[in-house]
């Protein structure tokens, strides 16, 4: 069965990074892209972008260029976020989501269980 | 603000129907049938209730049902049960250029 298994709550100062993890399991990890999805305390969900998981290659949704950062390690199945410079408005819950099948304009067929980052001095 | 306009909240009685609208453009979900539907407990992952407009994932209740008139798509759950109290988030392909997906601002489902 899929799994989405993702890195624990991370606390952080401003000005500082943090890399979250979300490893795969139960498929060919390379076969379908991986999202990134953000959810600010009380707030909706915004999609961030994705990584094809084949090539390595990101796009980054409007407002997620610059401190953001998708990467991959093929051999351990693994898909990053890393945020840097961070700042108060960043704190939020982070999913990864795997995209429902390998092909078009897919859904996020699976989630990971999320991952809180909180930005406090 | 959200690309795609859902009610904030609706409500309902167990055994009774409602229907979640989401209004976007012509950009979105009137251009094409890439419209999902996602429900989120508190505190947990939210989940593919719907996709491609009406089609529904393997283990979904058949209870949940999508549409589409133009720019507005609807998820519509019959026989209301205390567990479908969540928060719903419909999605769309968005075919301008700096996003490929959106969501909609979200829709609390109280069962009364």
């Known amino acids: 069965q899929v799994q989405l298994v993702q890195s624990g709550s991370e606390l952080k100062k401003p000005g500082a990074s943090v890399k979250v993890s979300c490893k795969a399991s139960g498929y060919t990890f390379t076969s379908y892209a991986m999202n990134w999805v953000r959810q600010a305390p009380g707030q909706g969900l915004e999609w961030m972008g994705w990584?094809?998981?084949?090539?390595?290659?990101?796009t980054y949704a409007q407002g997620f260029t610059g401190r953001f950062v998708f990467s991959l390690d093929t051999s351990v199945s693994t898909a990053y976020l890393q945020i840097s410079s961070l700042k108060a408005e960043d704190t939020a819950v982070y999913y990864c989501?795997?995209?429902?099948?390998?092909?078009?304009?897919?859904?996020?067929?699976?989630w990971g269980q999320g991952t809180l980052v909180t930005v406090s001095s | 603000q959200s690309a795609l306009t859902q009610p904030a909240s609706v409500s309902g009685s167990p055994g009774q129907s409602i229907t979640i609208s989401c209004t976007g453009t012509?950009?979105?979900?009137?251009?094409?049938?890439?419209v999902s539907w996602y429900q989120q407990h508190p505190g947990k992952a939210p989940k593919l209730m719907i996709y491609?407009?009406?089609n529904r994932p393997s283990g979904v209740s058949n209870r949940f049902s999508g549409s589409k008139s133009g720019n507005t798509a609807s998820l519509t759950i019959s026989g209301l049960q205390a567990e479908d109290e969540a928060d719903y988030y419909c999605s769309s392909y968005t075919s301008s250029s700096t996003l490929e997906k959106v969501f909609g601002g979200g829709t609390k489902l109280t069962v009364l």
């Open positions: 989501a795997r995209d429902l099948y390998s092909y078009g304009h897919t859904p996020l067929g699976y």
């Open positions: 012509s950009s979105d979900v009137g251009g094409y049938n890439y």
């Open positions: 990584i094809n998981t084949n090539t390595g290659n990101p």
């Open positions: 491609e407009v009406s």
